[in-house]
């Protein structure tokens, strides 16, 4: 039972910051910039595509309707 409650003296944690160990987070911090600004390239890069889709659609829709203005249909009341 003593040995439950026995104190244990840890070692104090140390965690040197070599150069290696400070490279691999710049390079992993770079990364992540990168990835960042490629995500948020390509999410405006997607906003301009769906608004030219949306301007494409529109203009189809436009021209449809005029040329059905030039060419009303005949329709025959029964």
């Known amino acids: 039972m003593s040995l439950i409650f026995s104190y ?29 600004f490629g995500y948020r390239q390509n999410k405006i890069n997607d906003e301009l595509k769906k608004k030219e889709k949306e301007e494409r ?4 829709i436009q021209r449809r309707k005029k040329l059905e203005s030039l060419y009303p249909t005949n329709k025959k009341t029964v």
């Open 8 to 36: 244990v003296k840890y070692s104090e944690a140390s965690f040197p910051m070599t150069g290696q160990y400070t490279a691999l987070l710049l390079i992993t911090s770079v990364i992540w910039i990168l990835l960042w």
């Open 57 to 60: 659609i529109n203009a189809k």
